[in-house]
């Protein structure tokens, strides 16, 4: 078998060489020029960024050799480690290549690597400082080589240290593995180099002892995680020396200062290092450029902004004089982990943040690196505000690193493992991005790359197969990077912690039962045990209580019951302590722990639901989890629970914990305010439907196979009545039914029967969920009349036997379960009946003697009438007494008032002219005042009382709270009292008839 040999250009461009002829020419002349031959080139090639860049390079590198006489050096390092750093550097970086072309001398340092030294133990300082002949062991260093020609030494050892640190940054397989020893390098190289500046100052300033000026480095300086270009953000402090006044020794540092600055950014014989930046310090550049340790912390005592904390997270002294350096840091600490108390200091770092992202150009804003939506800024400003706000407390979170900081954040539950570890890794790869690029020409640059050539260099550069892999690695980091930003810088609690005082953060014994008991907790000694049973330890579970503790304790002190609140929350945190979403969604939802905290300090109903069944609490995150679902979707689920199994017992315990289940969302969307009482009564009934049809569907089925039977003998249908029917259910409600089948044979009513026992059987007794109470005392003849009765039956008594209070129960009759013909078949039956063509005098005469005597027999033995609001006047019944006397008139003529529903049938009446406007507002009004108050009892849970107002002026205080009405307990009670004495004279006048002279 032949093999074709492969050319050398089709080599070079498989190695991503872009002009192969030109690069095989100057191959030739690098061989000719060293006299050896590069072997295999193409595989030498194909690790460089940019190989046609890197061989130009090392041809005019070894020209450059040739003629300094450091051409064996060069041609040493063949086959060498050290040559191949030099490739790659050369491939890497057009500026340090241009560098070592013009010192070729520098080669050498390939061939002299220290065997097993990392390059971030060079000792760096040292370097630059015996570049201009200064000694590093010196108290005060002072350079021997000075003027230009020191400013030049210096800036030719900060780049020959440079050129080391890119060519190790380059050559590493894992580049952002090391990310974090080049930045640290970096920082501490711009250090030595403002070092050495110092050092060419006092050459030049014999009265420099007059004064002791440290350097403060910020920004990514200060925290040792700093770019190849980048301005050096610093800060000047210094004190006199014995025998100098401060005036003195302040005018000397701002020379110094000056000198120093100058020698790293100002133009000379080797280029510009950096710009160096003063602008953080106090004023800004209105400001002394100076200024003593004093000066400093009066300063950020009375006139500092949020920014000015936020930047002083990375102060570090990098050169100078190192004790006056910590001093300064020792003095301003304490006020950066306080400034977060200042008034709005999270609104405005979240506010700076979005004005940085408003100053990016929209051309950029998809290539920014550093500023962009997703990019290094999102990182860092996250991490530092999640600094401030929880570093006051716990000081393992006062690193000035970003990734060290990250670390301690995610060690402290502050950052979920997985957030963290995400962001770690997306800040690593967009640092290497930045470092590639800024590396290629040495130029301060944040943007990826708009042309196709320089996408290549930079997917080369950073270890990417391709472009089109870089690119959807970029896009996958910044999407995941401003998700986590957004969830994280702008969490609700962040805020709440921040307003905190130190003493209220704490939750030491002293300060936490102090301000249990100034916030309302009636037993503080009680609810410090439950604080110290959520937060001792140092388990990630107890990290996180104590960031959430804080903001809740106020959140609970807000609801009824705060002492129930938080014994509540530690037996759910408990319960769910093995459940890592749970603490996960208290600390990093907008709502959760704030809705969680006001449901189980205000809602003894919705708390036993939730301790019940625990992972609902998820609902709180999402406005939409907590709607009422869709009763299609209700149906479809029971419908399918009953497909799924053939057992009853299973079946309806799954549909009665369907039940529990849709109750427990309505609830506590009711207290939180997302739905009003009159929807929630809806959706309860509803839930019934859905639950009544299943367990009837079960009922027919096991008494069918109990008699050995194929099919059921009859159809059967569930009738609700009373608040059931008209869709008006409360939370405890009973299901007031009747029970109707069709069905001839002499079983047929023995067969009803027992399906009507069944259904109650299944839906009344004690199981692992709640039952649902079945009445069936408004069926015909009451609790002498037959459980089940068949439809001719029903259709005979009403229209012979029953009287008319009877009627009007009808008037709530509503097919809620069954079949659908038989359903429909009754309602046909019963219209004649309840909707009449004349009420008589008799039945009109009737009603209102009954609702007389119920006013004054069933009301509760010592409740006073008036705070009754079902009985009482001007209560429930008084308003649908009034509007069922309506529909009995009426209804037979305007069939639009045939509804279950009391307001559908109050609007109707006021259309069809048949009540004054007025009156129908005042009616429906007490009417939903009343049905407020009665679904705030029972969401209030305590006592089984739902019907009567409490006397107690602060429990008023609580239903007004759940009734999300901002009324004190008295408001409530005189606006009630108002509205049902408003609805009572309407009630006077629609249905018993009195005119104002009967009163």
């Not at 610093?234 to 000056?258: Q, W």
């Amino acid at each position: 078998m032949s093999s074709r040999e492969v050319s050398l250009a089709t080599q070079l461009r498989r190695a991503g060489v872009l002009d192969a002829a030109r690069v095989e020419s100057q191959i030739e002349q690098i061989n000719a020029i060293t006299g050896t031959y590069l072997e295999d080139p193409a595989h030498a090639l194909s690790y460089l960024a940019d190989p046609d860049a890197g061989v130009l390079q090392l041809l005019r590198l070894a020209e450059s050799a040739r003629d300094s006489g450091n051409l064996d050096a060069l041609v040493a390092l063949r086959g060498t480690e050290g040559g191949a750093k030099m490739s790659v550097l050369l491939g890497g970086s057009l500026a340090l290549g241009d560098f070592l072309i013009r010192h070729p001398d520098f080669v050498a340092d390939f061939g002299n690597l220290p065997v097993g030294e990392k390059f971030a133990d060079i000792d760096v300082r040292g370097i630059v400082l015996r570049g201009v002949g200064a000694d590093p062991e010196a108290e005060v260093p002072v350079a021997t080589i000075t003027g230009a020609a020191g400013q030049a030494a210096m800036r030719v050892a900060y780049r020959r240290v440079l050129m080391r640190v890119a060519a190790e940054d380059l050559f590493a397989k894992v580049p952002t593995g090391i990310m974090h020893e080049v930045g640290s390098v970096l920082a501490d190289l711009a250090g030595a180099a403002l070092e050495a500046g110092l050092a060419l100052a006092r050459a030049e300033y014999p009265a420099h002892d007059a004064t002791r000026l440290c350097i403060i480095g910020m920004g990514k300086c200060g925290a040792r995680e700093l770019n190849y270009v980048s301005d050096v953000d610093v800060i000047y402090v210094a004190e006199p020396t014995e025998g100098h006044s401060d005036e003195a020794s302040l005018k000397v540092a701002g020379k110094l200062a000056n000198y120093a600055a100058r020698a790293c950014d100002t133009p000379g014989i080797e280029p510009a290092l950096w710009e160096v930046d003063a602008n953080l310090r106090p004023e800004g550049g209105d400001g002394a450029l100076v200024r003593n340790v004093a000066s400093h912390r009066a300063y950020y005592e009375r006139w500092a902004e949020t920014w000015e904390f936020q930047a002083l997270l990375k102060a570090r002294p990098i050169a100078g004089d190192l004790e006056i350096g910590e001093r300064y840091v020792d003095e301003l600490a304490p006020l950066i982990w306080s400034a977060v108390e200042r008034e709005g200091f999270v609104e405005n770092a979240q506010a700076m943040r979005r004005r940085v992202e408003e100053h990016v150009s929209r051309a950029e804003a998809d290539r920014q690196i550093k500023l962009g939506p997703g990019g290094l800024r999102d990182v860092e400003f996250t991490v530092q505000l999640l600094q401030l706000v929880h570093g006051r407390s716990d000081e393992s979170l006062r690193s000035r690193n970003t990734l060290g900081a990250l670390y301690a954040l995610r060690s402290g539950g502050y950052v979920g493992r997985v957030q963290a570890a995400t962001m770690e890794r997306s800040y690593r790869q967009l640092r290497v991005w930045e470092h590639r690029l800024q590396m290629r020409k040495l130029s301060r640059t944040h943007l990826m790359p708009a042309t196709d050539e320089g996408k290549r260099v930079l997917a080369r550069a950073s270890g990417f197969a391709t472009v089109e892999y870089m690119e959807e690695v970029w896009h996958d980091v910044r999407r995941e990077v401003r998700a986590m930003h957004l969830e994280m810088f702008y969490r609700p609690i962040l805020p709440v912690v921040a307003r905190l005082s130190a003493d209220e953060a704490a939750l030491d014994d002293d300060a936490a039962r102090a301000r249990l008991t100034a916030v309302g907790f009636g037993d503080a000694t009680g609810a410090q045990r439950h604080i110290a049973a959520l937060t001792d330890g140092v388990s990630r579970r107890a990290s996180i209580q104590r960031q959430l503790l804080p903001a809740m304790i106020g959140w609970f002190a807000q609801g009824a019951d705060p002492d129930a609140g938080l014994l509540a929350f530690r037996q759910l945190s408990e319960q769910l302590e093995n459940a890592q979403w749970y603490l996960k969604l208290l600390r990093d939802s907008r709502t959760a722990a704030e809705r969680l905290a006001r449901l189980l300090s205000t809602s003894g109903y919705v708390t036993k639901a939730l301790l019940i069944s625990a992972q609902d609490i998820t609902w709180l995150d999402n406005d939409d989890d907590l709607a009422p679902r869709d009763p299609a979707r209700l149906w479809g689920e029971a419908d399918a629970i009953l497909k799924r199994s053939a057992d009853a017992e299973q079946c309806i315990t799954a549909l009665r914990g369907m039940r529990r289940r849709e109750l427990a969302r309505t609830a506590a969307a009711d207290v939180l305010g997302l739905l009003d009482s009159v929807d929630a009564a809806k959706t309860v009934t509803m839930v019934a439907d859905v639950l009544i049809d299943g367990a009837l569907r079960i009922a027919m089925e096991t008494v069918t196979k109990t008699k050995g039977l194929d099919a059921p003998p009859i159809t059967m249908a569930v009738i609700a009545m009373g608040r059931y029917g008209g869709q008006e259910m409360g939370y405890n409600s009973d299901a007031d039914v009747q029970f109707v089948f069709d069905g001839e044979g002499q079983d047929a009513q023995s067969f009803a029967q027992q399906v009507a026992t069944e259904l109650r059987r299944l839906l009344q007794t004690v199981g692992p969920q709640p039952g649902l109470e079945i009445d069936a005392d408004l069926r015909p003849e009451g609790k002498n009349g037959p459980l089940a009765r068949s439809l001719e039956s029903c259709r005979e008594y009403y229209g012979r036997w029953s009287d008319p209070w009877e009627a009007q129960a009808l008037l709530r009759a509503r097919p809620c379960a069954g079949d659908d013909d038989l359903r429909k078949r009754f309602v046909d039956a019963i219209d004649p009946v309840r909707y009449p063509e004349e009420l008589p005098a008799s039945a009109l005469k009737q009603m209102r003697s009954l609702k007389a005597r119920m006013e004054s027999e069933r009301l509760p033995r010592g409740v006073d009438p008036r705070r009754h609001v079902k009985l009482g006047p001007g209560g429930l019944s008084d308003v649908e007494w009034s509007v069922q006397l309506l529909q009995l008139q009426h209804a037979h003529e305007h069939p639009a008032l045939r509804t279950t529903v009391t307001l559908e049938a109050l609007n109707v009446a006021v259309t069809e002219g048949l009540v004054e406007v007025n009156d129908a507002d005042v009616l429906a009004e007490a009417w939903k005042f009343a049905t407020d108050i009665r679904g705030a009892l029972a969401l209030r849970g305590v006592g089984k009382r739902t019907d009567v107002l409490p006397n107690d002026i602060r429990q008023m205080k609580v239903l007004a709270d759940i009734m999300n009405v901002r009324l004190t307990g008295s408001e409530l009670d005189e606006q009630y009292t108002r509205a049902s004495r408003r609805a009572r004279l309407v009630t006077e006048r629609v249905f018993f008839g009195w005119i104002e002279d009967d009163r």
